[in-house]
């Protein structure tokens, strides 16, 4: 079963009109909350940036007051089952094709959940590989937009390349991945890029930070180049869908020793306990601004 406007229906029976906004213009926002047994982790921290990237585009958020939540977990318990990830989507609807804003139309909301595969235990012994390419995105990837297109190429040229993930440089600087963000680790020091209009503020990079801070490892926010990129003992991408993965390849050269190194070791194992904690029952969820 999926949600559109209102309605708990099978996939086939949905619709969208060809008018719709989010189809001609791509003007619309998403998210991708995890859910374990149930618990979705993490949703008010998601809600949160939901609520950030509708006001950066200037959308009246159609679910105010606890909508979402209600929704999102009636989406669930229409799809049991373990590990689950739900998608959403907001577009500002559907008009006659003007790029302006039209003066009033509702917009849509979609949802829709999908199983949620456990990260594979091999990658524990060899880690996975990326590939680098230039940043093409636009000027604000800090808002969690549907058009992704520039994410969609750089994927597809990792895909290609038989890597899981394609990492953005931009003027020199590592940005994110295609859609991860992405840590190095260098003599035991944690980096990844700050925060800012250049990458999405993930909710897995947040949780990463604070887990591992939390146990007292020295973490930075700063920018990180290409030399600090390809001179990295350990290179992970975190995202609500992978956790925390070990690159071990990037471009096609091994990253440190090329194996996973036992600071991802540690961040896995930290974030996986605050996970179990978090989830294990309702009301214990752990707050994120
Ligand atoms: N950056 C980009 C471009 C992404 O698409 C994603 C995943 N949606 C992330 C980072 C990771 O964000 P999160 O941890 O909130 O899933």
Not at 224 to 234: G, H, N, V
Request: aromatic letters at 6%; one cysteine or more; proline letters at 7%.
């Amino acid at each position: 079963m999926v949600y559109l406007n209102g309605a708990y229906l099978p996939p086939e029976k949905a619709s969208i009109s060809p008018m719709d906004r989010g189809f001609l213009f791509g003007d619309g926002v998403y998210e991708v909350i995890p859910s374990y047994d149930g618990q979705m982790f993490l949703l008010d921290a998601h809600l949160e940036r939901l609520r950030r990237s509708l006001s950066a585009i200037r959308l009246p958020d159609p679910m105010p007051d606890g909508g979402w939540r209600a929704m999102l977990q009636r989406l669930l318990q229409e799809n049991p089952g373990a590990d689950r990830s739900v998608y959403l989507q907001v577009t500002r609807g559907k008009a006659a094709r003007d790029h302006a804003f039209p003066a009033q139309t509702a917009a849509t909301v979609f949802a829709m959940v999908s199983p949620l595969a456990a990260q594979d235990p091999a990658v524990a012994e060899t880690g996975v590989s990326a590939i680098s390419v230039p940043d093409q995105r636009w000027g604000r990837c800090d808002i969690k937009s549907v058009a992704l297109l520039a994410n969609v190429l750089a994927r597809q040229q990792a895909a290609e390349q038989a890597a899981v993930e394609a990492i953005l440089l931009r003027d020199g600087l590592l940005t994110e991945g295609a859609a991860s963000n992405v840590f190095v680790v260098r003599d035991g020091v944690v980096r990844t890029t700050a925060l800012g209009p250049a990458i999405l503020p993930g909710i897995t990079r947040a949780f990463v930070l604070e887990v591992l801070r939390a146990g007292r490892q020295d973490c930075r926010e700063e920018p990180i180049t290409e030399a600090d990129l390809r001179a990295a003992d350990e290179i992970w991408l975190t995202s609500s869908t992978k956790e925390v993965l070990p690159v071990t390849r990037l471009d096609g050269r091994p990253v440190g020793t090329g194996r996973p190194g036992p600071v991802w070791r540690k961040a896995l194992e930290r974030y996986r306990q605050a996970r179990v904690r978090a989830t294990r029952g309702p009301g214990l969820e752990i707050h994120h601004g």
